[in-house]
């Protein structure tokens, strides 16, 4: 959208302006005009027209796009006084006068890519795979969504690595404007109540987007980035100018999630946490309080549009049945994709056991299904995220372990020392296990290595493993050499097996944690903190004080 004026002088028959050259007819030829274009929020320009209003629409637009150099498809629209100042869609040259205010919006060209397809190929009329983006100068944005992606009612973007203050009404606007003005000429804040208001509502409307339950750093965040792009709104008697922002943000957000339920929309991850649905013994305090503690996008999302419990017990006893055919992978993925927010409500509200859902879902234990769920919790790819990240630090980490000293650097020693032994997967394994002992947690904990084991006594064994990677050696003769079988083990019970590599483990059991709603280890913590905030980047405003040091080093 643009607001278009020209600010220019006269030189010789042409005028220049910072925004570019135009010519100009002789001054005498007609009375001279000026128009007010508004391109953007942040863009108004002057334009003057020394031959004064052009006789046609025509002739018009030719002005504005030589002027402004315009390649693009645009329309003018014009403020109509009689409707408060309304804009419309400018039809005719007769309601263009003299320091009108002008607004010139930029029509983006839908582009279609067509692709051939092979129609013996088609099978049902469900849709491929297919991934679509718009963007748009303006606010207003059509999402499609295709069977692989989030349904309509999911969010389709984690929380943002820089908060975007969004577009507010054009009243609100043009306030802000003048206060960031007055803060620039003697330094004086805006205080407008009104104001204050309209910001707080769309700012918590757009949280939401993000997140029902904001953190205390994500408002920290949305607060900075508020008060950098108008510093007219710095709270006064704050050291920072934030601190009333911050509280200001964190009830809005609280009365917002209460104007949501008193709508009485289907929003399960504010109907969760009702007073009602807790515990009597529950009632009053934070006990059983459910929400997004890893940087879950979509935590516990509504059913999709026109389903119901019913039905959906329907997809997943359909489910059962699909599970068993071979080379089924499509008709799997869109009953998982379909079943996806009920099986959230069932892994949030009720816990069950790994056993309990093995029997349930068999089809979530899947490697290729961990890595969907994985997608429809958090919106980004669980192995290439994963995989990329690691590779990216490889480098930086094997100088850090180098360096390492004390009990640590006894044990990463040896494991360096065999690196050049080792393949593309064998090397990122040994990153992993040397990781793990650089933060100061024990190896033993994440993974248990076994030789010369028989199946009996491995079974027994892995029976007492809450979390755990198991690797199989082939014998001690070939201590060196990559394993034949890495398996993941939760509560005992083996969920996955044949992972091909601790790295491929690792990243498997980071999904299986999300997919199923499990908390990190205590004795792992920071190795999990790490896979999370440095490997997938998930919540990384947030950081132990031990992992923001290796991330410094990483970045140094």
């Known amino acids: 959208m643009v607001h278009i004026s ?43 027209l020394p031959a004064g209003i052009p006789s046609t629409l025509q002739d018009l637009n030719d002005v504005l796009r030589e002027t402004f150099d315009i390649t693009g498809p645009f329309t003018v629209m014009y403020q109509d006084m009689d409707f408060d100042g309304q804009f419309f869609t400018l039809t005719s040259i007769e309601e263009v006068q003299d320091k009108a205010n002008l607004k010139v919006v930029i029509t983006e060209p839908v582009i279609l890519s067509l692709t051939t397809v092979d129609m013996s190929e088609v099978e049902s009329a469900v849709p491929l795979s297919t991934e679509a983006s718009s963007s748009s100068s303006g606010c207003d944005t059509i999402l499609f969504s295709s069977p692989d992606e989030s349904g309509p009612s999911y969010r389709s973007k984690p929380w943002p690595f820089k908060f975007e203050i969004p577009d507010f009404s054009y009243d609100i606007d043009l306030a ?7 803060y620039e000429n003697d330094g004086t804040l805006l205080n407008n109540p009104s104001v204050t208001s309209s910001i707080l509502e769309k700012l918590a409307e757009t949280i939401f987007g993000f997140t029902a339950y904001p953190t205390g750093v994500q408002i920290l965040a949305v607060a900075e980035t508020l008060v950098e792009k108008y510093p007219c709104l710095k709270e006064p008697g704050s050291f920072n100018g934030l601190y009333g922002w911050q509280q200001r943000i964190k009830y809005k957000m609280g009365n917002y999630r209460a104007k949501l339920r008193g709508r009485q929309l289907a929003i399960p991850e504010l109907e969760v946490n009702t007073l009602k649905r807790r515990c009597s013994s529950e009632e009053g305090s934070l006990k059983g309080f459910k929400r997004a503690k890893k940087a879950e996008v979509n935590y ?3 059913l999709p549009f026109g389903e119901t419990e ?14 068993k055919k071979k080379n089924n992978e499509r008709a799997i993925n869109e009953k998982m994709e379909k079943s996806f927010a009920m099986r959230r409500t069932e892994v949030v509200k009720d816990c069950p056991a790994i056993q309990d859902l093995l029997e349930r879902w068999p089809s979530l234990f899947c490697e290729n299904q961990i890595k969907e769920e ?44 065999s690196l050049n032994e080792h393949h593309v997967d064998g090397r990122r394994d040994i990153i992993i296990r040397c990781l793990v002992e650089y933060l100061g947690e024990s190896g033993e904990e994440l993974i248990k290595d076994y030789q010369d084991v028989s199946q009996e006594a491995l079974k027994e064994d892995c029976s007492n493993h809450m979390m755990k990677i198991i690797v199989i050696h082939p014998n001690v003769a070939q201590e060196n050499q990559d394993p034949v079988n890495v398996s993941v083990i939760i509560e005992g ?31 792992l913590k920071y190795t999990f903190e790490v896979f999370q905030k440095l490997f997938l980047e998930l919540d990384i405003l947030k950081m132990s004080p031990k992992v923001q040091s290796l991330h410094k080093k990483l970045l140094a």
């Open 6 to 48: 020209t600010v220019g002088s006269l030189v010789g028959e042409t005028g220049r302006s910072e925004y570019g050259t135009m010519k100009l007819l002789p001054v005498d030829m007609a009375p001279s005009a000026k128009l007010r274009i508004i391109f953007g929020e942040d863009d108004v320009r002057k334009l003057l």
């Open 176 to 182: 802000l404007e003048a206060g960031k003005q007055a």
């Open 300 to 302: 516990l999302p509504p």
């Open 310 to 323: 019913e039905t959906l017990e329907k997809e997943r006893l359909d489910l059962l049945k699909e599970i």
């Open 374 to 417: 994985f997608k429809r919790i958090t919106t980004i790819h669980l192995e290439r995220t994963f995989l990329s990240r690691l590779d990216r630090y490889t480098t930086k980490l094997l100088e850090i372990f180098r360096r390492k000293g004390g009990t640590a650097g006894t044990k990463i020693k040896p494991m360096l020392d």
């Open 493 to 523: 019970t083996e969920i996955l097996e044949d992972c091909g590599s601790v790295t491929n483990a690792c990243l498997l059991l980071m999904g299986v944690i999300y997919a199923v709603n499990l908390s990190y280890p205590l004795k």
